[in-house]
């Protein structure tokens, strides 16, 4: 198996959010202004990429913030 990605731009922005303040400042600049106004003025905390809701249903993310 390789470890090869598939997609390069994938490898760069988990990458990239990896860093909560980059994520944030990304977020900030991207995202348009109705969705930016509900965003805290603190970084976004990364949490676990992985969790069971409330069906318990996994679920699997490449970068999850809250």
């Known amino acids: 198996m ?8 994938d490898h760069f922005l ?3 959010l990896s860093y909560p303040e980059q994520a944030g ?3 900030r600049e ?4 109705p969705v ?8 976004p905390k990364l949490v676990p990429d992985s969790f069971v809701d409330e069906e318990l ?5 490449d970068r ?3």
């Open 2 to 9: 390789s470890n090869d990605i598939a997609h390069p731009h």
């Open 14 to 16: 988990k990458e990239l």
């Open 25 to 27: 400042t990304l977020l």
């Open 30 to 33: 991207r995202l348009p202004e």
């Open 36 to 43: 930016v106004k509900f965003l805290s003025a603190r970084p």
């Open 57 to 61: 249903r996994d679920h699997l993310s």
């Open 64 to 66: 999850l913030f809250e």
